[in-house]
């Protein structure tokens, strides 16, 4: 085994005095920064993972009495004040309104219906009714469609050809094949919803009875993802005429890509529209991170386009982006975390006023959460902005001061150098402060990815970019994942795809999707 040799050191002897606070400093500097890279991959691997500020302590800086003014609000009558003990909390009440209900009765026999008082008859009061729930175990069946055939006898006997006709069936999306909608719509959904890599669904099935290989439950699957190309082709054209969307991306592992090793990381790229409805998410599968796949898949789009500081969105010619501020956030969260305790307790930190003019740009956002757009700008004009002026003002004071390697110094960077994208959610009411909706969409990705670690073939990984899409859109539209997919591959093959009042019908925001394939809470609304 190779032992890597140790750098030569330098000869100081000679060294001014001056060259020696230098690299003094020098290598203080640098102790600093890997003492925090350190500090930080401990608390990230053995602390608490969530991001949480106490909220107590940041309510007694930045002007209290302008956050929590509200002209608007009455003033208190005197009352007299009361204590009320509160409640032990209950157990939570599941919602069964939506199940299908089977009642068993059970009733006396006729000769156990005599009062064993009087003698006399007793009639019926009631019921006294106990519920459980049923679970009825997954089965396969085994379907025929047996279309009926019909000659002409006399043709037949007397002609010299017999004409046959047919009756009629719907055409099979899967032509040839075992599969039916409701069995590859299962596979798709226990895949990509819930995270159930293909040879534990192949394990499951057999438990069934039937055995059907990973190889085909994947054909099958490739083969449904032409009919769903369709729908998200026609997503995508509606998400590109929108004023506002988020994007993000993360990494997936394509085994067999031509010309590039296994190991190599692909890229799974995320678009998806804002808070106004209806919603669409789309994912694309691109073997690199270039700015030139969100160039193409952006090329008609106009408008404002949510992301973080990754410059592969810089250069796309019809957007305005805007900076997400909870990346900024995490950045000062980190700078606090490795801290030392007594300090992160003091709160008195630069990191720690980082921190709390992002926590007091949040808590106005909240505040502003249920107005209308025009609202909310207003909202932003009178409370954001002045809070921004106040931040860029302490920026521009700190960023002089701080080390640029050490974490501080990396998030007071990172907020000088997208400061014009941070302040652009104050231009429009429809904006958001954050880029959180395009990370709360690509997460089951991430954590599905957990379960099946790679895609097998580029096929398989624009297959899975174009399932997710229909899945996590029918999620967003509050449908039922495995009811949309069924529906759709037994509509699909059975009308004019070229037709678009058709193909309009099949989206997931249709009124006739909603009411077929709805989720049940969404139905019992």
């Given at each position: 085994?190779?032992?890597?040799?140790?750098?030569?050191?330098?000869?100081?002897?000679?060294?001014?005095?001056?060259?020696?606070?230098?690299?003094?400093?020098?290598?203080?500097?640098?102790?600093?920064?890997?003492?925090?890279?350190?500090?930080?991959?401990?608390?990230?691997?053995?602390?608490?993972?969530?991001?949480?500020a106490p909220t107590a302590q940041f309510a007694l800086v930045f002007d209290e009495?302008?956050?929590?003014?509200?002209?608007?609000?009455?003033?208190?009558?005197?009352?007299?004040?009361?204590?009320?003990?509160?409640?032990?909390?209950?157990?939570?009440?599941?919602?069964?309104?939506?199940?299908?209900?089977?009642?068993?009765?059970?009733?006396?026999?006729?000769?156990?219906?005599?009062?064993?008082?009087?003698?006399?008859?007793?009639?019926?009061?009631?019921?006294?009714?106990?519920?459980?729930?049923?679970?009825?175990?997954?089965?396969?069946?085994?379907?025929?469609?047996?279309?009926?055939?019909?000659?002409?006898?006399?043709?037949?006997?007397?002609?010299?050809?017999?004409?046959?006709?047919?009756?009629?069936?719907?055409?099979?999306?899967?032509?040839?094949?075992?599969?039916?909608?409701?069995?590859?719509?299962?596979?798709?959904?226990?895949?990509?919803?819930?995270?159930?890599?293909?040879?534990?669904?192949?394990?499951?099935?057999?438990?069934?009875?039937?055995?059907?290989?990973?190889?085909?439950?994947?054909?099958?699957?490739?083969?449904?993802?032409?009919?769903?190309?369709?729908?998200?082709?026609?997503?995508?054209?509606?998400?590109?005429?929108?004023?506002?969307?988020?994007?993000?991306?993360?990494?997936?592992?394509?085994?067999?890509?031509?010309?590039?090793?296994?190991?190599?990381?692909?890229?799974?790229?995320?678009?998806?529209?804002?808070?106004?409805?209806?919603?669409?998410?789309?994912?694309?599968?691109?073997?690199?991170?270039?700015?030139?796949?969100?160039?193409?898949?952006?090329?008609?789009?106009?408008?404002?386009?949510?992301?973080?500081?990754?410059?592969?969105?810089?250069?796309?010619?019809?957007?305005?982006?805007?900076?997400?501020?909870?990346?900024?956030?995490?950045?000062?969260?980190?700078?606090?975390?490795?801290?030392?305790?007594?300090?992160?307790?003091?709160?008195?930190?630069?990191?720690?006023?980082?921190?709390?003019?992002?926590?007091?740009?949040?808590?106005?956002?909240?505040?502003?959460?249920?107005?209308?757009?025009?609202?909310?700008?207003?909202?932003?004009?009178?409370?954001?902005?002045?809070?921004?002026?106040?931040?860029?003002?302490?920026?521009?004071?700190?960023?002089?001061?701080?080390?640029?390697?050490?974490?501080?110094?990396?998030?007071?960077?990172?907020?000088?150098?997208?400061?014009?994208?941070?302040?652009?959610?104050?231009?429009?009411?429809?904006?958001?402060?954050?880029?959180?909706?395009?990370?709360?969409?690509?997460?089951?990705?991430?954590?599905?990815?957990?379960?099946?670690?790679?895609?097998?073939?580029?096929?398989?990984?624009?297959?899975?970019?174009?399932?997710?899409?229909?899945?996590?859109?029918?999620?967003?539209?509050?449908?039922?994942?495995?009811?949309?997919?069924?529906?759709?591959?037994?509509?699909?093959?059975?009308?004019?795809?070229?037709?678009?009042?058709?193909?309009?019908?099949?989206?997931?925001?249709?009124?006739?999707?909603?009411?077929?394939?709805?989720?049940?809470?969404?139905?019992?609304?």
């Amino acid at each position: 085994m190779k032992t890597q040799k140790p750098e030569p050191q330098p000869d100081v002897s000679d060294w001014s005095r001056e060259d020696l606070t230098h690299e003094y400093l020098r290598a203080w500097s640098e102790i600093q920064r890997l003492k925090e890279k350190l500090g930080l991959a401990n608390r990230r691997m053995f602390g608490a993972s969530s991001e949480a500020a106490p909220t107590a302590q940041f309510a007694l800086v930045f002007d209290e009495a302008e956050l929590e003014a509200s002209p608007e609000a009455p003033e208190p009558e005197l009352e007299t004040i009361t204590y009320t003990r509160a409640r032990a909390p209950r157990q939570r009440t599941l919602d069964l309104g939506t199940l299908p209900v089977e009642e068993i009765e059970y009733t006396l026999p006729e000769g156990d219906r005599a009062c064993p008082q009087c003698s006399g008859e007793m009639h019926s009061i009631g019921h006294d009714v106990r519920q459980e729930l049923k679970r009825i175990p997954a089965s396969i069946t085994l379907v025929k469609h047996c279309r009926e055939k019909f000659a002409c006898r006399h043709c037949q006997q007397n002609e010299r050809s017999t004409p046959i006709r047919i009756a009629p069936a719907p055409v099979p999306a899967f032509p040839g094949s075992l599969a039916s909608p409701s069995i590859v719509a299962s596979i798709m959904d226990r895949k990509f919803v819930e995270g159930m890599p293909l040879y534990r669904q192949q394990q499951s099935l057999a438990r069934l009875g039937v055995d059907i290989s990973r190889q085909t439950m994947a054909n099958w699957m490739i083969a449904g993802s032409r009919w769903l190309q369709i729908v998200y082709d026609a997503m995508r054209e509606r998400l590109v005429e929108r004023d506002v969307l988020h994007a993000d991306e993360t990494t997936v592992q394509v085994l067999r890509e031509a010309e590039r090793a296994a190991q190599t990381q692909s890229y799974m790229w995320l678009y998806r529209t804002g808070r106004d409805g209806p919603h669409i998410v789309l994912f694309d599968y691109q073997t690199t991170r270039s700015g030139e796949h969100p160039r193409r898949f952006l090329e008609r789009f106009t408008g404002y386009l949510h992301a973080d500081g990754y410059s592969g969105y810089h250069d796309l010619p019809g957007a305005t982006l805007c900076g997400c501020w909870a990346h900024v956030r995490r950045k000062f969260v980190d700078a606090v975390n490795v801290q030392p305790k007594d300090a992160r307790k003091a709160g008195q930190s630069a990191s720690h006023k980082g921190l709390e003019f992002c926590n007091r740009l949040f808590g106005i956002e909240r505040g502003l959460h249920d107005v209308t757009p025009d609202g909310r700008r207003a909202g932003r004009q009178l409370h954001s902005r002045k809070a921004l002026d106040q931040m860029r003002e302490w920026l521009d004071q700190t960023a002089r001061q701080a080390s640029p390697k050490s974490l501080l110094g990396s998030a007071l960077t990172y907020c000088v150098n997208q400061w014009p994208k941070l302040c652009r959610f104050l231009e429009d009411g429809r904006l958001e402060i954050d880029n959180n909706r395009a990370e709360r969409s690509i997460k089951p990705f991430v954590i599905g990815r957990k379960n099946w670690l790679f895609a097998n073939t580029p096929k398989g990984a624009t297959a899975s970019a174009v399932t997710y899409s229909i899945v996590e859109t029918a999620k967003e539209n509050g449908l039922n994942p495995a009811a949309y997919l069924q529906h759709l591959f037994e509509q699909l093959p059975n009308i004019d795809i070229h037709d678009p009042r058709q193909l309009d019908q099949l989206l997931p925001w249709s009124e006739v999707v909603k009411e077929r394939c709805a989720a049940p809470a969404n139905k019992r609304a």
